[in-house]
């Protein structure tokens, strides 16, 4: 027996929508606009319409149940796409915009642009609270479709369906020493058997980063390294108090304070290039808050790369 859609309160989908967004019925009402008994009365119609409870109480949330999880990503599409159709009313203005974004940074350089996007930010949308991550995500596609994180940035190009990508930049690595180096002072090329005989500062990587390096570098496996330090920007600084070398994107070294006391000099084996992707879920793609902060993270980095 077909469902008459007539005949359903097609309100129900927006209240089912933020009950899953929110898990929480008092905070569901309250994005909703509507009164705590008001949610719980068409929590109850949904449940007869769908014959499930969709939601189970488990102590202070409202858990979805695998009913629930199997429906949501149709109906939010549904929402997000009727949404984008609508002729968008009143003027943008980002001043206005209270939300928090979150942005996790798995790549090699860290925090590099991080900070010149956050002052940005804080200038143009003081009222968006950026929190900045560093973490190995296991499961990329399902922190952006949960919304765990509004942003993922890395190396790693993600294919899975639900995310949408764009080329932040691209990277090219060199060999950095501190400028009076010995044996490579003013030095801007050196040969694969100059590099060997040299000793080698690398520093923590994620796994994905280990991965990609070796496949890439092959050469790096054969050196000899005395330290491993923490971090990217704890290992340039070890780089510039000793003799040893290190490897890193070019552009890490742009916002590195003792830059001055650095040289880049051009890895002596196959020119590596990476792009630094950031990635988001398709349920994104058309919040006007949400495309104006990408639009400004890549303007930062663009105008930083040419500067």
């Known amino acids: 027996m077909e469902t008459n859609l007539r005949s359903v309160d097609l309100n129900l989908i927006t209240i089912f929508d933020k009950l899953m967004q929110y898990q ?6 309250n994005a909703l606009g509507m009164t705590q008994p008001a949610v719980s009365l068409a929590l109850k119609r949904l449940r007869a319409l769908y014959n499930d409870v969709l939601f189970e109480r488990k102590k202070s949330k409202m858990c979805p149940t695998a009913k629930a999880e199997a429906i949501y990503p149709m109906i939010h599409k549904m929402l997000i796409e009727f949404e984008a159709s609508l002729p968008q009313k009143g003027t943008f203005d980002p001043e206005n915009i209270k939300m928090d974004y979150r942005i996790n940074i798995d790549n090699l350089d860290g925090n590099t642009h991080a900070y010149d996007f956050a002052e940005e930010l804080i200038k143009q949308a003081p009222n968006i609270k950026l929190i900045l991550s560093q973490k190995l995500i296991s499961d990329p596609e399902r922190a952006l479709r949960e919304r765990e994180y509004d942003l993922l940035v890395g ?3 993600l294919n899975e369906e639900g995310c949408r990508r764009q080329i932040i930049r691209e990277d090219e690595f060199v060999v950095i020493a501190k400028r009076d180096h010995p044996r490579l002072k003013n030095r801007t090329t050196m040969s694969v058997e100059e590099y060997l005989e040299e000793s080698h500062i690398a520093f ?3 796994e994905a980063n280990k991965q990609q390096l ?3 570098i092959p050469q790096l496996s054969n050196r ?3 330290h491993i330090a923490p971090s990217l920007q704890s290992m340039m600084h070890l780089v510039r108090i000793t003799d040893c070398l290190g490897i890193v994107p070019r552009v890490a070294t742009y916002n590195f304070k003792y830059e001055a006391e650095l040289q880049c000099i051009t890895v002596p084996f196959k020119r590596y290039y990476r792009n630094l992707y950031a990635h988001w879920h398709w349920s994104t793609e058309h919040y006007r808050s949400q495309r104006w902060i990408r639009n400004l993270l890549l303007n930062v980095v663009t105008k930083v790369n040419k500067g």
């Open 24 to 29: 929480n019925i008092s905070h569901a009402a």
């Open 155 to 157: 190396y790693k190009e």
């Open 204 to 206: 923590t990587l994620t």
């Open 214 to 216: 070796s496949e890439n």
């Open 224 to 226: 000899k390294v005395v």
